[in-house]
């Protein structure tokens, strides 16, 4: 089988030799194994990076050839950046990662194995997380979670560590989103598909290219692209309050008309004014995010441009 290995990079100079030794060394047992064709091909994708990543990328390229670069013309984002590789490259399988290698590279052949053994997909589970922290374990979890309730398809503790056929390729093709989450679009290629476990590694250099608030747009782009739960969430909350009102209603012109209780105050006038003011104001916002979406979709802006390839 040829095999292409894509990995997105942005800003990873400091990463990319020690990265390219590793993968280079477990290419050629590979394909000194006969696992795998000797025009396997290792991609680095440069996601408009600042630093000399590109320049890196270059030089292993034209020491190695095994190594090959995919150049995009700015950033469009590490989602764009994996499929820019995967809509372009060759092989009859692809494996996409990361390149700080926090993922196990030793994976990488039983994802072959199980490929030759007629899985179309096969997933890159983590278990052990210590070496993310507890903040982005607690998240992580919360994440999954939060999909899981939302009725979207995503496979619970999955990053972008996974083989794909050519044939899952192709058919990924026909996903035009042009706000791509590709953990929730993978799953409905469909076709037979495993997993592996594995535990994640500290960086061995750089730094992580999710902060908090990257974090935070990639779970709610996650969310907004795959479920429209919350468009029902404002549906019942207006429905709760609606006949919240009409109870209370029907309570205060019963204390008015038959009790002497009835006391004028300001906290029944002005609380229920600035709760379903807020109400609203969330809601809107919910629904204006989904129509953002439909205004981005509906422009079809390309999703990747690529500036040169080596």
């Given amino acids: 089988m040829k095999l292409s290995l894509v990995l997105p990079c942005y800003n990873e ?25 000797e025009n396997s091909t290792i991609y680095f994708v440069d996601d408009g990076s600042k630093d000399n990543t590109w320049q890196i990328i270059k030089k292993l390229s034209q020491k190695h050839k095994e190594i090959s670069g995919i150049k995009l013309s700015r950033n469009f984002g590490h989602q764009n950046a994996l499929l820019s590789a995967l809509m372009t490259v060759e092989g009859d399988a692809i494996i996409s990662m990361d390149a700080d290698l926090q993922d196990d590279i030793t994976m990488i052949e039983k994802m072959v194995d199980l490929y030759r053994e007629g899985y179309d997909i096969v997933y890159g589970i983590k278990m052990k ?115 919240s009102t009409l109870i209370l209603t029907v309570y205060s012109a019963w204390i008015a008309l038959f009790t002497n209780k009835a006391v004028p105050g300001w906290a029944s006038t002005v609380l229920p004014i600035y709760f379903i003011g807020g109400v609203q104001m969330l809601s809107v916002g919910v629904i204006g995010e989904y129509i953002g979406k439909i205004y981005l979709e509906v422009k079809a802006r390309p999703r990747f441009i690529i500036e040169e390839t080596i």
Avoid: C, Q
Wanted: proline letters at 3%.
């Fill in 129 to 243: 997380r210590e070496a993310d922290g507890l903040f982005k374990r607690i998240t992580a979890k919360g994440f999954y979670k939060m999909m899981h309730m939302l009725d979207a398809d995503v496979i619970s503790n999955h990053a972008d560590f996974r083989l794909l056929s050519r044939r899952a390729v192709e058919h990924l093709r026909e996903f035009k989103e042009v706000n791509l989450f590709l953990r929730g679009l993978i799953p409905l290629v469909g076709f037979k598909s495993t997993s592996v476990t594995y535990d994640i590694s500290e960086r061995t250099a750089g730094e992580s290219k999710y902060p908090l608030p990257k974090m935070l747009a990639f779970a709610w782009n996650g969310v907004s692209s795959l479920s429209i739960t919350p468009l029902r969430f404002i549906t019942a909350a207006g429905f709760i309050l609606f006949i």
């Fill in 13 to 37: 100079e400091e990463v990319l030799n020690d990265t390219s030794s590793k993968l280079l060394s477990l290419f050629h047992d590979l394909i000194a194994s006969s696992k795998i064709d």
